[in-house]
């Protein structure tokens, strides 16, 4: 898999150089391209540069971060962006995710958090290359066989083995696959879609965690929200009660 190309847009020297040496960006198959101070230097970089992930964050001078992305979508909308902002505040949320932003981050940056962010954002570049790719070409693809039959056999227990026979491959050959054509290893891409399924279903849903759990491939409620936990940041239960508090104070 090809490095991805990133733009940080800061207007805090400190915040752009923390990301450059706190984190392992070459451990997540990324390269810092460049950096941008304003909004104006941002919009002019995305042009230029073409990256392939933006983060971004909201108050920055000349145009802010919101702003900025709302004009880049018409020109890049291949551009992933995140947002990593100070601002814990619901209509920002609201608008970021209007814009179909990959994250919102708060700062201070947990950086363990964000290289979690990175590895689904690279979850989510793969499977818009493949939605995008001929259906021949998709079904030529082994990788694509065998994410098709993960999102199709999310409920069942899954693992290197079942899928080694399910497609008569070396378990280890498979979890190469992973690495190399994604840029996450199996369980993390297995959890990623579980989590995503997890929070379609909890938000569109009556239904009992432990029912969501099952469907997702949790045979224990208990793990599942272990899991949940660990990657959200919540349990289930308060991930669907802060949804429904702010889908009321939005209404009100």
Not at 8 to 25: A, P, Q, T, Y
């Amino acid at each position: 898999m090809k490095k991805l190309r990133v733009l940080l847009v800061d207007d805090e020297i400190m915040i752009r150089e923390g990301f450059k040496r706190l984190f392992d960006w070459e451990a997540h198959d990324c390269a810092v391209v460049s950096e941008a101070a304003d909004g104006m230097e941002a919009l002019a970089q995305i042009d230029t540069l073409r990256p392939d992930i933006v983060i971004m964050d909201i108050n920055i001078p000349i145009m802010n971060g919101l702003k900025v992305i709302q004009l880049s979508r018409i020109k890049h909308p291949g551009t992933a962006f995140v947002i990593v902002s100070g601002y814990d505040d619901f209509s920002y949320c609201r608008e970021a995710l209007r814009l179909q932003i990959t994250d919102y981050i708060l700062k201070p940056v947990n950086y363990e958090e964000f290289g979690a962010c990175i590895d689904n954002l690279k979850i989510s570049l793969f499977e818009r290359r493949v939605a995008a790719a001929a259906p021949e070409k998709q079904e030529e693809r082994t990788i694509s066989g065998i994410t098709k039959f993960l999102q199709a056999h999310l409920a069942e227990e899954i693992s290197l083995s079942v899928l080694a026979e399910q497609f008569h491959l070396n378990p280890q050959y498979i979890s190469q696959l992973f690495k190399s054509e994604i840029g996450v290893n199996f369980l993390a891409y297995l959890t990623n879609i579980r989590m995503e399924k997890a929070k379609k279903l909890l938000l569109s849903t009556s239904l009992s965690i432990t029912e969501i759990a099952q469907q997702c491939g949790y045979g224990d409620y208990r793990v599942f929200t272990k899991v949940f936990k660990k990657t959200e940041g919540s349990t289930p239960s308060q991930y669907r009660r802060d949804f429904l508090e702010d889908t009321g104070a939005a209404a009100r």
